[in-house]
T-cell receptor, first 115, second 109 residues
Framework: KAGVTQTPRYLIKTRGQQVTLSCSPI?????VSWYQQTPGQGLQFLFE???????NKGNFPGRFSGRQFSNSRSEMNVSTLELGDSALYLC??????????????FGPGTRLTVT | GQQLNQSPQSMFIQEGEDVSMNCTSS?????WLWYKQDPGEGPVLLIA?????ELTSNGRLTAQFGITRKDSFLNISASIPSDVGIYFC?????????FGTGTRLQVFP
């Protein structure tokens, strides 16, 4: 099975702009979670989508949003970018079958740099 | 944001040595996961633990789910150069995974 894919891998944006990141989960996985990783804060949970619905949300401002499509692919959007949004954004997918729902498999990430 | 405490923060060891690292929390978890992350890549799942006291192996890696459900341990035996990377623990609390601060491992030949 192909792994989780994320596009683009690298992105440079200017403060105030907005950005959309894309994630394709492992085939058959219906849950997609997004994380922000920075040297100072580590891996922080943004939100989780399942069956096109946001099921969980972390403690991030409303500038961070996402959605999931019927084929389980997900997008994440950040509006009005700030310098502090520079980070590696990781997407993870998981099955929804008993205990394995917490075995999340990560993509390679999108490195976002805000200047 | 919330992170779990991992120790040590970094380790510098010689090839062939065994490695131990642990993760602690003030909260009880129902699931513990261990991941390894290489530079520029996403974390890769190594081991998943679902029961207090459980001991699980994956090749040279062995992880344990602490009896108190507030900690977990990862051991790597006979380290090799490709073990280099950052190791993260993650605990499942309600519907979210909370990650540890990471242990950076360097292996010298």
């Amino acid at each position: 099975k192909a792994g989780v894919t994320q596009t683009p891998r690298y992105l440079i944006k200017t403060r105030g702009q907005q950005v959309t990141l894309s994630c394709s989960p492992i085939s058959g996985h219906r849950s997609v979670s997004w994380y922000q990783q920075t040297p100072g804060q580590g891996l922080q949970f943004l939100f989780e989508y399942f069956s096109e619905t946001q099921r969980n949300k972390g403690n991030f401002p409303g500038r961070f949003s996402g959605r999931q499509f019927s084929n389980s692919r997900s997008e994440m959007n950040v509006s009005t970018l700030e310098l502090g949004d520079s980070a590696l954004y990781l997407c993870a997918s998981s099955e929804e079958t008993g205990f394995s729902s917490y075995e999340q498999y990560f993509g390679p990430g999108t490195r976002l740099t805000v200047t | 944001g919330q992170q779990l405490n991992q120790s040590p923060q970094s380790m510098f060891i010689q090839e062939g040595e065994d490695v131990s690292m642990n993760c602690t929390s003030s909260s009880i978890f129902n699931t513990w996961l261990w991941y390894k992350q290489d530079p520029g890549e996403g974390p890769v799942l190594l081991i998943a633990l679902y029961k207090a006291g459980e001991l699980t192996s994956n090749g040279r890696l062995t992880a344990q789910f602490g009896i108190t459900r507030k900690d977990s341990f990862l051991n790597i035996s006979a380290s090799i150069p490709s073990d280099v990377g950052i190791y993260f623990c993650a605990g499942q609390n309600t519907d979210k995974l909370i990650f540890g601060t990471g242990t950076r491992l360097q292996v010298f030949p």
